[in-house]
Every structure is written in structure tokens, then in C-alpha cells.
């Protein structure tokens, strides 16, 4: 009291509030006026912080903790009273005609809509320093995740306009950072020009961190470091609801014609495959909601998509996460829990966080909402009576938890496609990695790359090339596939239908191979590859590949991941290559162009 003067008039209505929910703790220990008074200034400056970052202020969350802490005690499941079934979706195979058809129905929407990446979490999993955005999506040209996206989206923009007849739409392209990643974000985009996407084109939005809880009273937690600072931790990826509502770019995307909004992760160097044709979905099924899934193994660390109803009768198609399907099939007739079926994977499938958001229904859902999702608390409790905890906790959310507060009428579905091609995350460490139960997905660095050169592999295969086996070999203790090293950049390759046209039935590939097509109209006809290829041009050439191509290539190295005098980045993969011998060959002017050894 005695140091209310020190304080602004929303200040002062913030300490009243904070002594009314329970917060005086965080006061007892100030000593009178005069003393650390400009650390008290700064600690209200944080107070406002955390207040105004949160829908509803910091009240809300201290209430809202309260609930959740007391639920989490008495041992109540969030799920009590559902009971889950799987639910049915829309199924798609690659390349079929169908597949063709809604790639297409989803160029043409592309252009009406804008992109979300959440890059706010620093991936503690993989155990990598730099930001998760920045790591190499591929190690044979080395364009890092941010490079790919940006390259795909501004692809997709030309296609899309092409196909509508005109060239004036930018697809808006937002960021969420946080502390943790924001400065290193901001810094990747400007000193590589944004990778070719106009800066006006980009949106950053920081999210917050959200207050500690120190007790099941929700007292709010101080920095052991710092009496006079609230310890904060990350608040989840469903904090992107409500910083785009909050931002006003909803409101804008929409004046600007937008209809709808895609979100996706930061490592799934897959994702692009799978944009079209579920983009296709939501266009022609009308869908509210489109969530992206796979083929999951049970027990996989992704989410299940799953049908809840509840007693009342109430039903949702929602993600169930990772920890909690098994518990909640067990306690629901299912004493096997999450396992496979006779498909050898689970009934459920895996959620991919690919969330395609019709615009006009998720704004007026976020006028009533201001973008506030469902939260959980994760407490550790110190033993079983769980009167204390073994370190603060917090409130977390998540992005897709955004369906569950939508009314019956929402159109909510989800689009199944082959992980091969959708999704290949890079999120577990080698320790981590090799200890993955056999058969299921290792979501590494090493896996992760990997997964690339098979999609592609696969993708030209379909379109009729004929591509040597995979071998199989080990690195940092992962059993893994190695196709050849095909990779191609998003203008040359977007949809199915473009890769078919570019390649001719008469071409092959070895295992040993490695071929970078870096260009929009190159044509691979009689090809015959046994080495590197790398075949750059600019867009107003036309470039033939036709013969036999043979050299020395490049030669995989192994690298242990414990081995520090390599880097952080080749570490985490195990492998690097020699480049020992290759034949690239650049086309600089426009016009037509024949490589033809
Ligand atoms: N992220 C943020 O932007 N802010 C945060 O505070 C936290 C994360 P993780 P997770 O598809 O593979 C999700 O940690 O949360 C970003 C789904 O919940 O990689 O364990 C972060 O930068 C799960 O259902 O994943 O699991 C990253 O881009 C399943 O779908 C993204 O959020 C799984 O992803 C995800 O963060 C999956």
C-alpha cells in the first residue's frame, strides 16, 4: 500500500485486482518507498504485459488456473463422460484421379488465401540450439524449412494466378515467434531478402509467455533468480488464435478477399505435397474446419483424431493428444488402449496440426471467443496427496483444441493422406530417435531428410520414371531408406499434374544419384542418371535433359552425432556427403535449351 504512488491508475487497479485473487505474496517482501523502487516499476511493467497478452487479462488466468489446478487434483479427465470412436474423413491417394482433380480445385483457391507458420517453440526435443526454421529441410542443396515454405507459397501465388488470369495477388504470409525465436526469425528473413517474398507480404506476431503457478492456490510464481520478476513459461501453439484476432489481420485478410487460412509447423519439410489437395477439400466440401492427418502408429508422439460423444449426446472430431488417447480408450472399453488394428496402425489418425480455417466462419467464432482456446494444466506433483509441486507449471494450449468450442453446425472434417508424402517431422534427437519402438516413425533430422528424397523418388516413380530401390543403412543407430537424392525446387514441381509433364516415362535414376532441378521449365526426357546432376535455370528458359549422365557422384559419410568437430546440423543427421564429382549445368538465358551429354 505504502507504495501505491509508484504506480499508473491501471497499475494501481492491477495491484487491487491481484491482492483480490490471491496474489499478495507477491508483495510481502517489498521494502518501503525509496528502496528498489525502479524494480518495482518494472516488475507492474511485466503485470500489464502478461494482463493485456492474455483474452480476458490476467484475472481470467488466475481464475481459469484455479479450475484447471482443482479439476487436475481431484483427478478429473477432461474426456469423463466421452466416449471415443473413430471417426470417418476424407481419404486421398496420391496421384489418382481424384488426388489430380482437388489439386487443382486448391490451386485455384490459393489465391485466396493467407498462410500461418507457429515457430514459437524452440524444439527442446531435438535438442538443437538455433532456431528449428533455420536447420536445413534437405543437405543436398541446404535451403533451410523458411526457405522452402516461403519458395512453395510464392509458387503456389503464381499458379494460382496464372490460372485465374492475373498477376496482383500476394499471399499474406504470418509468423508467430516468441521470445525464444523472434529475433533469430526476423534476422533469417532479412539477410536472405525474405527469400523472394515481398517483406510486406510477412506478419510477425510475438506471442507471450504466460505466468507460473507456484501452488494449487494458482499463487503466482516469482523468478527464483529475481524477486521482483513473475516467472513465465510458454503458453503453447494455441496462442496463434488469439494474437491473429487480437492484431486485426483476420479482419484485414478478409477486406482483402481472403477465404481461407492455413496453418502448419515449422519442420515438416513434406507439408507442400498435401497443400493443394487438402486446400482442394475445404473448397469443395464446404469445410469450416480441414485438419491434415496420416496413417498413425499407436502410440506415435502425435495426436489422434478421434469421433467424442458425449452422454448428453453432444459429438466432436477432435484431436485427442498423444498422452492422453490411450488412458481415455482403456477407460472406455478398450483394454488394449491405443494399439494397431489389422492395418498395422492405429484406428485413429495421426494429426499432422495442418489446420485449413474457412475466414469468415473463424472470425465470427473469434468475435465471441477473442481467440481463447481450451486450456490444460500438466502439473508434476510432488506425491500422491498433490498438495505440492516438484516445479512451477502453467497453462497450456493448443492450436487444434480451436474446433472444440465451434456449435454442431460447424462443418468440422479432416483429409487422410499417405505420411510419405505428407508429413515428416524433424523433432526427436538421435538418443531419442533410436530408441523409437521398430517400425514406427523416428521424427528426426536424419529420418526427416530422408523422408524428402523418398517423397520424391515416389512422386517421380508415379509419374512414370524408373528410380532404382532404396538401400538400407544405419545412421546415428537409425534404420533407414536411402533413395537417390532427388530434390527440386516448389516453381518446377507443385502438384502432381506439373511433375507429370515435366517428366517422361523414358528416364531413369540410380540409387547412387543425386538430381537438383532448380527451375521452372525443365523437362527430363531420355535422362539416364548414374551421378550428381544439378540443373539450374531462370524462368523464361526452356531446358530439355535427355542422354546418359555418369560420374563419380556423391558419396554418403557417415558422422556420429557425438562427434563435435562437425556441425550442430550434421550432427543431428549422421550423414554428410562428398561431393566427389558432378555435372551441373546453368541456363542463364531465356529461350529453349537441350543437355544432352
Ligand atoms: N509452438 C509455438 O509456436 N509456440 C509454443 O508455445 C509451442 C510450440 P511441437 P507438439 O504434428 O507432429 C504437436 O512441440 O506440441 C510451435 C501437436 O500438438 O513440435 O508436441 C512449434 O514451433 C500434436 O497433436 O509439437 O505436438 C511447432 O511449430 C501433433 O500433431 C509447433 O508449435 C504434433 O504436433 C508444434 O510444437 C505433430
Redesign the pocket.
Known amino acids: 500500500r505504502r507504495n501505491l504512488h509508484l504506480l499508473s491508475h491501471d497499475q494501481v487497479e492491477l495491484a487491487k485486482m491481484l491482492l483480490n485473487e490471491g496474489q499478495g505474496h507477491l508483495f510481502e517482501h517489498w521494502p518501503e518507498p525509496g528502496v528498489d523502487d525502479d524494480k518495482k516499476k518494472n516488475f507492474f511493467d511485466q503485470v500489464c504485459r502478461l494482463n493485456s497478452s492474455y483474452p480476458g487479462g490476467l484475472a481470467a488466468y488466475i481464475q481459469n488456473a484455479k479450475k484447471l489446478l482443482a479439476d487436475s487434483k481431484a483427478g478429473q479427465n477432461p474426456y469423463d463422460g466421452f466416449t471415443p470412436s473413430i471417426p470417418s474423413g476424407e481419404v486421398l491417394t496420391f496421384g489418382d484421379d481424384n488426388f489430380v482433380s482437388l489439386e487443382a480445385a486448391g490451386v485455384k483457391e490459393a489465391r485466396n488465401a493467407a498462410f500461418v507458420?507457429?515457430?514459437?517453440?524452440?524444439?527442446e526435443?531435438l535438442g538443437y540450439k538455433g532456431i528449428?526454421v533455420a536447420l536445413p529441410r534437405e543437405t543436398t542443396t541446404g535451403k533451410c524449412f523458411l526457405q522452402h515454405y516461403i519458395e512453395s507459397i510464392l509458387a503456389l501465388q503464381e499458379a494460382s494466378c496464372k490460372m485465374e488470369g492475373e498477376c496482383h495477388t500476394k499471399i499474406p504470409f504470418a509468423i508467430?515467434?516468441?521470445d525464444d525465436?523472434n529475433a533469430l526469425t526476423i534476422k533469417l528473413l532479412e539477410s536472405n531478402s525474405y527469400f523472394g517474398m515481398e517483406p510486406s507480404q510477412v506478419k510477425i506476431l510475438k506471442?507471450e509467455k504466460v505466468a507460473c503457478l507456484a501452488d494449487n492456490d494458482a499463487r503466482l510464481a516469482l523468478d527464483p533468480n529475481d524477486k521482483y520478476k513473475i516467472q513465465t513459461k510458454?503458453?503453447?501453439?494455441g496462442?496463434?488464435h488469439s494474437l491473429l484476432y487480437s492484431s486485426g489481420l483476420l479482419e484485414q485478410w478478409k477486406n482483402t478477399g481472403r477465404r481461407w487460412v492455413l496453418f502448419?509447423?515449422?519442420?515438416?519439410g513434406l507439408l507442400f505435397n498435401a497443400i493443394p489437395s487438402a486446400l482442394g477439400v475445404s473448397a469443395t466440401k464446404g469445410y469450416n474446419v480441414n485438419s491434415l492427418a496420416v496413417p498413425r502408429k499407436a502410440k506415435e508422439?502425435?495426436?489422434g483424431i478421434t469421433k467424442l460423444t458425449h452422454v448428453d449426446g453432444r459429438t466432436m472430431v477432435i484431436?485427442v493428444?498423444?498422452n492422453q488417447l490411450d488412458p481415455l480408450l482403456r477407460a472406455t472399453g478398450h483394454p488394449d488402449g491405443d494399439a494397431n488394428c489389422e492395418t498395422g496402425y492405429s484406428p485413429y489418425p495421426?494429426?499432422?496440426?495442418?489446420l485449413i480455417l474457412e475466414l469468415g466462419p473463424y472470425i465470427e467464432e473469434l468475435k465471441k471467443t477473442h481467440g481463447a482456446i481450451s486450456e490444460f494444466v500438466n502439473p508434476k506433483y510432488t506425491d500422491s496427496t498433490k498438495t505440492a509441486f516438484k516445479s512451477s507449471t502453467r497453462l497450456?494450449c493448443?492450436?487444434?483444441d480451436y474446433p472444440k468450442t465451434l456449435p454442431p453446425t460447424a462443418k468440422v472434417g479432416f483429409t487422410v493422406m499417405d505420411a510419405w508424402l505428407a508429413?515428416a517431422?524433424v523433432?526427436n534427437n538421435p538418443e531419442d530417435a533410436a530408441k523409437v519402438p521398430k517400425g514406427n516413425p523416428f521424427?528426426s533430422a536424419t529420418s526427416g531428410e530422408m523422408a524428402i528424397y523418398r517423397a520424391n523418388s515416389l512422386i517421380l516413380r508415379k509419374a512414370g520414371a524408373q528410380i532404382s530401390d532404396p538401400v538400407v543403412s544405419t545412421f546415428n543407430g537409425q534404420e533407414v531408406e536411402v533413395w537417390p537424392r532427388v530434390t527440386w525446387s516448389p516453381r518446377w514441381g507443385l502438384t502432381f499434374k506439373d511433375v507429370k509433364q515435366k517428366v517422361h516415362g523414358n528416364s531413369s535414376v540410380s540409387q547412387r544419384s543425386v538430381l537438383v532441378i532448380n527451375g521452372r521449365n525443365v523437362v527430363i526426357d531420355g535422362l539416364s542418371l548414374d551421378g550428381a546432376l544439378i540443373v539450374n535455370s531462370v524462368d523464361e528458359a526452356e531446358v530439355k535433359v535427355t542422354g546418359h549422365v555418369e560420374n563419380k557422384g556423391w558419396i554418403i559419410q557417415h558422422v556420429d552425432h557425438r562427434d563435435t568437430s562437425e556441425k550442430e546440423e550434421t550432427r543431428i543427421r549422421g550423414f554428410k556427403f562428398e561431393k566427389v564429382e558432378q555435372l551441373e549445368v546453368n541456363y542463364t538465358e531465356p529461350g529453349k535449351h537441350c543437355l544432352s551429354p
Not at 264 to 268: A, E, G, L, P, R
Request: net charge negative; proline share 5%.
Open positions: 507458420l507457429v515457430a514459437g517453440g524452440l524444439g526435443r528449428k508467430m515467434t516468441s525465436t506471442q510458454p503458453h503453447g501453439h496462442d496463434v502448419f509447423q515449422d519442420t515438416n508422439a502425435i495426436g484431436n493428444e498423444y495421426g494429426n499432422i496440426n495442418q497450456e493448443m492450436m487444434q508429413y517431422p523433432k521424427h
